[in-house]
């Protein structure tokens, strides 16, 4: 498909889109209400639309509706045509849950091939997955899609990172999946071993789960001795690879034969003319168990139009660090504020005044921050008990965010 002349490309958009619209409105009474609701204000079914760009006329999809749904309340087919469930934390009381049916993961597979054969990747390749805990429903959709291409595969597991080192070395890998916070703390770990890179046989790096600054992929390619390559996904629905960078590396293609993408204004929800940057909204185009219509990312982004060097006429974008939401990403794993209060008061029964960041210290992988004021409610604790409760709050947010969480306490006044 990535190669349909644009006309083509737009024909199949079309068709997948109004069989997705009607799907969502025959099993799903979420959507079915909001179809109603347009259809109401503007006298016209919006499953019946003419041109895929007429899809604006449909309102958004946030993150809280999944949550909203839990767990199956947006499934647009029936339980017995589900053959995974995975579950994400989201931004509601509830985590995320996610179906595929048998032809869904087919598909999801043949994305993630796509991405790897644009990487260069094939079966002389031994591939080593390397992700947090939060990614790790992505680490066996990157296991099936290399599995699929004949590459020998090192499965994600939950390793240390010398072990995660010692098999990169010992086990001759060429190809990695990680994020960029991992691949910065195993470089560092890597050199304080000792370890040239010229001892490792590792030639590319697959950067997913959070965009990765220029001078990071400069930084790991020169002390690596590799080529990096930036996939993009979303970590709730529906997976990996969404888009991702061919060998050219000008931007990320998207696999527009899955899925409609649109840059819309966060704040007026506006689409915006080609080449400007804003939120990045997504309609799933195959799902057949999720389908997300119109779901607004949070990612901030930008179109390219112009033809890529590698040829192959399939949109690109260019995917930036700053979100157009308040939500922290943290080695991939998206977190709300919300659901970091929500922690805080289920474990000390109580919210402290607390500040809360994404924190980087030199050589480590990120984790979230939390300082948490000194507060009179605390401190009718011994200090022994405070420092337990402390800890307890530390792994509490830890287990049920996903992510490495420190917490510390500090003067009201520093906050
Ligand atoms: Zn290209």
């Avoid at 339980?79 to 049916?101: E, N, S």
């Avoid at 030639?203 to 930084?219: D, F, M, Y």
């Avoid at 009179?376 to 965010?401: A, G, H, T, Y």
Wanted: glycine letters at 6%.
């Amino acid at each position: 498909m990535l190669n349909l002349a644009p006309g083509e490309r737009e024909q199949l958009q079309l068709e997948r889109l109004q069989a997705t619209l009607n799907r969502a409105y025959r099993n799903v009474p979420f959507h079915r209400n909001r179809q109603n609701e347009v259809a109401r204000r503007n006298g016209k079914d919006p499953s019946i639309i003419e041109r895929v760009a007429d899809i604006a006329v449909l309102p958004f999809m946030e993150r809280s509706h999944l949550g909203e749904h839990y767990p199956y309340g947006l499934f647009a087919v029936p339980l017995k045509d589900i053959v995974r469930i995975h579950t994400a934390p989201g931004t509601t009381r509830h985590p995320t849950v996610t179906g595929y049916t048998r032809q869904d993961l087919r598909i999801w597979r043949e994305m993630v091939g796509r991405a790897f054969t644009a990487a260069g990747i094939g079966s002389e390749d031994i591939l080593q997955i390397d992700l947090d805990p939060g990614l790790a429903n992505w680490g066996r959709d990157y296991k099936d899609g290399a599995e699929a291409l004949d590459v020998a595969v090192i499965p994600n597991t939950p390793l240390s990172p010398n072990k995660h080192l010692m098999v990169l070395r010992d086990y001759k890998t060429s190809a990695m999946v990680t994020t960029p916070s991992r691949a910065v703390q195993l470089t560092e770990l890597m050199f304080r071993a000792e370890i040239n890179p010229t001892a490792l046989n590792l030639k590319r790096l697959i950067l997913v789960g959070e965009p990765a600054a220029q001078e990071t992929r400069r930084h790991l390619e020169r002390r690596l001795h590799v080529e990096t390559w930036h996939h993009f996904g979303l970590s709730e629905v529906p997976g990996p690879a969404i888009a991702y960078e061919c060998q050219a590396h000008q931007g990320l293609h998207i696999n527009e034969d899955h899925f409609f993408p649109e840059i819309v204004n966060p704040d007026t929800g506006d689409v915006l003319p080609p080449g400007e940057t804003g939120e990045l909204v997504l309609t799933t185009l195959t799902t057949r168990a999720f389908p997300l219509i119109r779901f607004r990312t949070g990612e901030r982004a930008r179109f390219i139009h112009e033809p890529c060097g590698c040829g192959t006429p399939s949109l690109r974008m260019e995917w930036f660090e700053q979100r157009t939401d308040d939500i922290l990403n943290i080695n991939g794993v998206k977190v709300h504020q919300s659901q970091i209060n929500r922690q805080i008061e289920a474990t000390l029964s109580f919210v402290p005044k607390y500040r809360s960041g994404v924190l980087e210290a030199e050589g480590e992988k990120k984790h979230l921050g939390i300082s948490i004021a000194m507060d009179n409610r605390l401190f009718s604790d011994e200090i022994k008990v405070l420092e337990k409760r402390i800890r307890l709050l530390e792994s509490d947010l830890s287990e049920n965010l996903g992510v490495p969480v420190r917490v510390k306490l500090v003067e009201a006044a520093l906050l």
